[in-house]
């Protein structure tokens, strides 16, 4: 596949993802709690933290996608915060009992998913030009 190609999917991957971090996690956490909330219920300060965190994402990736290979560390931050961010919620899953156990098949393989995709996609060359340094 060629990297104008691989380009394409980057940006699309990006519109969906970002679509998905800014308008459907809060829905996500309604339909299916024990797969994608880690409170008590109710809106905790935990709860309205990680949504903002990542409906900031969303809108950042959403606007990354019109250019998507000027925007590559923006592309590797969320292949590797997805990564951290899915392997401390399966250990906190499985030490934390059985009531945490949803999120082994809610959140956690969802960023794992997420991660794959962007990481598959990703040109492994440059298509933009270097900018020249200025000292």
Avoid: C
Avoid at 4 to 23: D, T
Avoid at 35 to 54: A, E, L, P, T
Avoid at 56 to 65: E, I, M, N
Avoid at 92 to 110: C, E, F, K, S, T
């Amino acid at each position: 596949m060629s990297d104008r190609a691989r380009e394409k999917q980057l940006s699309a991957v990006m519109i969906v993802v970002g679509l998905i971090f800014l308008v459907g996690i809060y829905p996500m956490t309604l339909i299916w709690p024990s797969g994608w909330v880690w409170h008590d219920g109710g809106q905790s300060n935990y709860f309205q933290m990680i949504v903002g965190v990542y409906a900031t994402l969303g809108v950042f990736l959403l606007v990354g996608a019109r250019k998507p290979m000027e925007n590559l560390s923006l592309v590797w931050f969320t292949v590797w915060s997805s990564i951290v961010h899915a392997g401390i919620m399966a250990v906190q899953a499985i030490n934390g009992g059985a009531h945490d156990r949803g999120h082994l098949y809610g959140d956690v393989p969802a960023l794992l998913i997420v991660a794959i995709l962007f990481a598959v996609v990703t040109p492994r060359r440059s298509t933009v030009p270097s900018a020249p340094v200025r000292v």
